[in-house]
């Protein structure tokens, strides 16, 4: 099994993926991620986050947040040309959300050059299957099942980092590109040391959930290409750690 980290945005002019991934996906039969990215339906997303991520009847961002805060969030949902009335309909997880990945869309960061949404291409023309650990109501739900301290905390993270988004993706794609597991694991602390309950819903309980997956995997007759975030693979609780724990040997490939 190879598994690999991936950056789920990259620039166009940055998007070459580095030469192990042409190597593992070669030698694999199937491509596994954190959601199946191939089977995912569009129509059935919106209208979970419809049901889920807004308030619909009673209720609004500013009401749950605070004047004070969602005077920020407005400074910033103007600058990138987001009507202040859709972000007052919008929960606190999903405001965030949406500022962050607006902001890399306007840094010219897009999910169609990122690693997963290039290999379920090939994979697609290459007719290999494809998997994933979790559907994406799944994946959200994680969000939307944070306390609604931890999903305050979240957009004010997401607004405090706004003017530092290029530089803090340019370091994380550096370091991916490289294989410096050390300067990921370094960035994964200092997140995590700054929201210790948001980075354990996100990364390190999910990949608890996920090993037993990787070691059915392991057992199988054919070859995985595993693919899920950089920053999943490293650390305390990384996916590197808790498969050394379970006596699964791993060998960086160059």
């Known amino acids: 099994m190879y598994l690999a980290g991936s950056v789920h945005v990259l620039r166009a002019s940055d998007s070459k993926l580095p030469a192990g991934f042409d190597k593992a996906y070669a030698d694999s039969a199937a491509l596994v991620m954190e ?3 191939d089977d995912l339906n569009p129509a059935e997303v919106q209208g979970w986050m419809l049901q889920n991520g807004m308030y619909l009847n009673e209720g609004s961002l500013k009401e749950t947040i605070g004047k004070e805060r969602f005077d920020k969030l407005q400074i ?3 600058k990138l040309g987001m009507p202040v009335e859709m972000v007052d309909r919008l929960e606190p997880w999903v405001a965030a959300m949406t500022l962050a990945q607006m902001q890399l869309m306007k840094l010219g960061f897009d999910p169609q050059q990122g690693v997963e949404m290039q290999l379920v291409s090939r994979a697609k023309a290459d007719k290999k299957d494809i998997t994933g650990f979790e559907t994406m109501p799944e994946q959200l739900g994680f969000l939307d099942a944070l306390s609604p301290a931890d999903q305050i905390r979240f957009l004010d993270m997401t ?8 530089k ?28 210790p309950a948001l980075y ?23 070859n995985y290409l595993v693919v899920v975030g950089a920053l999943h693979l490293v650390g305390k609780g990384g996916l590197l750690e808790l498969s050394k724990a379970r006596g699964i040997e791993a060998k960086q490939l160059q």
Not at 171 to 195: C, H, I, M, P, Y
């Open 35 to 37: 959601t199946d990215l």
């Open 76 to 78: 910033e949902s103007n």
């Open 159 to 166: 607004i405090e980092e706004m003017h530092d988004t290029e």
């Open 168 to 195: 803090s993706v340019d370091e994380l794609v550096q370091a991916w590109r490289t294989g410096n597991s050390g300067k990921l694991a370094a960035l994964l602390s200092e997140e995590f040391d700054v929201a």
């Open 200 to 222: 354990t819903t996100l990364v390190t309980d999910r990949n608890r959930r996920w090993m037993p997956e990787l070691e059915k995997l392991l057992k199988d007759d054919k």
